[in-house]
């Protein structure tokens, strides 16, 4: 069964940096769109970074420049850099993976991790 375990979260202060991981129990895990979505107290869960199959990557406005997204296809895995976090980055960080494929649609979801930034 296909599974996402996300890591790294943690309590920082601002101006702080956290590097999330999201390892994934998939198969064929380079044909998969990886992607790193947040959801505040109250708030949609929103997309914060993704990167494609091929590389591509793209970011929320909120988040360009401070933060980096990559991906080791040899290790399963995901990463989130971030920098310069803010408070506003307070938020549970879930991973997803995503493949749209002629011969298959898959999509998952990690349980989440919480990142906290205190002012």
């Known amino acids: 069964q296909a599974q996402l375990v996300e890591s790294g979260g943690g309590l920082v202060q601002a101006g702080g940096s956290l590097r999330l991981s999201c390892v994934a129990s998939?198969?064929?895990?380079?044909?998969?769109?990886m992607g790193w979505y947040r959801q505040a107290p109250g708030k949609q869960r929103e997309l914060v970074a993704k990167?494609?199959?091929?590389?591509?990557?793209n970011y929320a406005d909120s988040v360009k420049g401070r933060f980096t997204i990559s991906r080791d296809n040899a290790k399963n895995t995901v990463y989130l850099q971030m920098n310069s976090l803010k408070p506003e980055d307070t938020a549970v960080y879930y991973c997803?993976?995503?493949?749209?494929?002629?011969?298959?649609?898959?999509?998952?979801w990690g349980q989440g991790t919480q990142v906290t930034v205190s002012s």
């Open positions: 997803n993976a995503n493949l749209l494929a002629t011969w298959a649609m898959r999509n998952y």
């Open positions: 990167i494609t199959s091929g590389g591509s990557t």
């Open positions: 998939i198969d064929i895990f380079s044909a998969y769109d």
